[in-house]
């Protein structure tokens, strides 16, 4: 069984940055991709970056490309998200997930691929 806490949310102006951590329990994780998905208020949850259990792949939805930096830390068992010049768009639950298919090297943009899940949580951009 493998645990994720996020932290690192919160409310930020337009043009700010912040910086998401998912903290994972287990000694699995470094063998497993891993992604940040968001949900807006009255929307389906969506795949926003991933990256392999390596490290050396990385993926992202069109709409954070440039912005946004998925990392791991594998000796650490934590994975970020750096989000630079967020947009009031942006604004939603974010949550992390964990592909329990060992060294797999695709990135999954689906949420029914990922066995893991964080609580979520809340970043907020006022304009």
């Known amino acids: 069984q493998v645990q994720l806490v996020e932290s690192g949310g919160g409310l930020v102006q337009a043009g700010g940055s912040l910086r998401l951590s998912c903290a994972a329990s287990?000694?699995?994780?470094?063998?497993?991709?891993m992604a940040w998905f968001r949900q807006a208020p009255g929307k389906e949850r969506e795949f926003v970056s991933g990256?392999?259990?390596?490290?050396?792949?990385?993926r992202y939805t069109d709409s954070v490309k440039g912005r946004f930096t998925i990392s791991r830390d594998n000796a650490k068992n934590t994975v970020y998200l750096q989000m630079n010049s967020l947009k009031p768009e942006d604004t939603a639950v974010y949550y992390c997930?964990?592909?329990?298919?060992?060294?797999?090297?695709?990135?999954?943009?689906?949420?029914?691929?990922?066995?893991?899940w964080g609580q979520g949580t809340q970043v907020t951009v006022s304009s």
């Open positions: 997930a964990a592909d329990a298919s060992h060294f797999q090297r695709l990135i999954s943009t689906s949420a029914p691929m990922y066995d893991y």
């Open positions: 287990g000694r699995t994780f470094s063998s497993y991709a």
């Open positions: 990256i392999t259990w390596s490290g050396f792949n990385t």
